[in-house]
């Protein structure tokens, strides 16, 4: 063959072989569900790595890089353009109560309002428009009125003489109801109650009835939910999470078996999606329960159980070590004993459930966390936990460190409770309240939560009241005590990756890694970035669990 022919062959040859290899480069890449490019991806991981583009796989983050390391390497036929979008692990509530705030989608929000005047219009008016047998309400908070005085059943009675009225005050721990259910739940000026108080005057029931009091009206059952109505009601309440960004909760709600059981179900039949970590309550049929060895088998389940160690600030229920400032008589109460606790601490530790205890007061707090050390190891991996650590005295913050024991704080209590606190606690204590860069510290990890419904569901606001220590109107202008504020990578942790550890999930969830569930959220806008007042302005455009859109 003559050289130019030969020399043309090969040039045809290599021409069609690089036509066919450009032809055919997908046949060279991994094939993905789902590619997302073109972003902000905040993965949340060890190093808390910044990347632009990852790959869905089977439901899981198949690998995370830059926008051209992704194309390159993987194909789909499902590609997004984020558009420059901000993109975060799904947001955890690492404290809620989400039965409890689905069961309430039913009742009547009082959480808006400011006087006890705008309490009765909203009762008046939902009367009139749809008479019930029993009235349910929930959200009223006595320290936003001009007279700041618990109220009275004599109010409702002028209402309200036949119907049954029982409201909730906003932190769950105190309950306002009129004569009828007084009468019905048999409550006299000789009824005495051990952990919590029927509030008397002149030695007559006013109709406030706080904490353990408050089971003499729940064993009536006045207006509950009918089973029926629940599947609906859960699945509005996860839709409520999904808008909000929100992939999981820790569910403190008053949660027994059968609603596992009911759980269980939700998820089989594909209704539940959002992660739950649903823990047992010590007051119904946790304890049961655990000594049953009759466990439910569903990876969203853990082994914990909660216990309420004492009630609320707002409400006087906190257990101190000292009296109140502004009411000099009160120490508030425990709601369980500390034999109580220890003996269903002693009960979980050898069935190796996880404990965890309401404690607000800085003499709960003592008693639990003395107790926990009895129990537990240096160094060990229980994960015990002491829900919300309010008050806590500075002699007794080494507890944590030494028996690894978890503060998990709401950082929205530090600024709905500032108006307060200090008329509560004083100038001195107030000083080791909300110490939430201390309680850090500690274990150098911290799981945030809302406790919604007795705070807004958003968890933007608690980003934004970890980071600014201020209000949702901007007060105080220099923040709350601004010392213990978090910064914006630690909040962010607190709201994913350490959220998840809270609750045992960190190989699962919480971060966006190779081979974790891809749960992620879409926002408009850079919390990490933008001015911080302008978070309470951010936007959740999607919410994806398992790679699926679900908002």
């Not at 309430?104 to 929000?109: S, W, Y």
Request: glycine fraction near 6%; aromatic fraction near 10%.
């Amino acid at each position: 063959m003559p050289l130019f022919y030969r020399n043309t062959f090969f040039r045809l040859v290599l021409f069609a072989c690089v036509l066919f290899t450009s032809c055919d480069t997908n046949n060279f890449k991994e094939k993905a569900d789902h590619i997302y490019y073109n972003g902000t991806v905040y993965t949340v991981d060890n190093e808390f790595n910044i990347a632009e583009a990852f790959a869905v796989k089977d439901e899981e983050i198949l690998a995370i890089g830059t926008t051209e390391n992704i194309l390159k390497k993987y194909s789909s036929d499902s590609k997004i353009d984020l558009k420059q979008k901000y993109i975060y692990p799904g947001f955890i509530d690492a404290h809620s109560h989400f039965f409890w705030f689905a069961e309430g989608l039913n009742n009547l929000d009082l959480s808006n309002t400011n006087s006890l005047e705008e309490v009765l219009e909203v009762l008046n008016t939902a009367n009139k428009n749809t008479p019930k047998d029993v009235i349910i309400g929930y959200g009223w908070d006595n320290t936003k009125w001009t007279n700041k005085n618990l109220p009275t059943k004599s109010i409702l009675d002028k209402y309200f003489k036949n119907t049954p009225v029982i409201l909730s005050r906003i932190d769950g721990h105190a309950m306002w109801v009129n004569s009828k259910v007084l009468e019905l739940a048999q409550i006299t000026d000789s009824t005495k109650v051990q952990g919590g108080e029927i509030v008397k005057m002149n030695g007559n029931p006013t109709g406030v009835l706080v904490d353990n009091a408050m089971d003499f009206v729940n064993k009536l059952e006045l207006g509950k939910v009918h089973p029926n109505q629940l599947p609906l009601l859960l699945s509005q309440a996860q839709d409520s999470c999904f808008k909000v960004g929100l992939t999981g909760v820790s569910d403190f709600g008053y949660i027994k078996r059968p609603t596992l059981i009911l759980y269980d179900s939700l998820y089989r039949k594909g209704v539940l999606k959002i992660h739950n970590y649903a823990m047992l309550d010590a007051s119904l049929d946790g304890i049961d329960y655990m000594l049953s060895e009759n466990y439910i088998e569903n990876e969203e389940f853990p082994r914990a159980i909660k216990l309420r160690g004492d009630g609320a600030l707002g409400s006087h229920g906190a257990c101190l070590l000292s009296p109140y400032k502004d009411k000099k008589e009160t120490y508030g109460q425990m709601v369980l004993s500390s034999d109580k606790i220890r003996e269903i601490s002693k009960i979980a530790f050898d069935k190796e459930f996880q404990v965890c205890v309401h404690a607000i007061g800085d003499s709960t707090n003592r008693e639990v966390l003395k107790i926990f050390s009895e129990l537990l190891e240096h160094n060990n991996d229980r994960r015990w936990r002491i829900e919300h650590a309010q008050v806590v005295n500075p002699k007794d913050i080494f507890f944590f460190k030494n028996y690894s024991i978890i503060p998990s704080v709401q950082p929205m209590h530090a600024t709905s409770d500032m108006d307060f606190a200090i008329e509560r606690l004083g100038d001195v204590r107030i000083q080791h309240s909300y110490t939430f860069q201390t309680l850090l510290n500690q274990n150098n990890w911290l799981p945030l939560g809302t406790d919604f419904p007795v705070e807004p569901i958003n968890p933007l606001y608690t980003f934004y009241a970890a980071v600014a220590r201020k209000d949702r109107s901007g007060l105080p202008e220099k923040g709350f005590q601004l010392k213990e504020a978090l910064t914006r990578e630690q909040a962010l942790r607190g709201m994913t990756s350490w959220a998840a550890k809270a609750q045992f999930m960190e190989d699962r969830i919480g971060s966006i890694e190779e081979g974790k569930e891809a749960d992620f959220i879409i926002l408009d806008k850079d919390i990490m970035k933008i001015e911080i007042d302008e978070v309470l302005k951010v936007e959740v455009i999607n919410t994806y669990i398992k790679g699926n859109k679900v908002y």
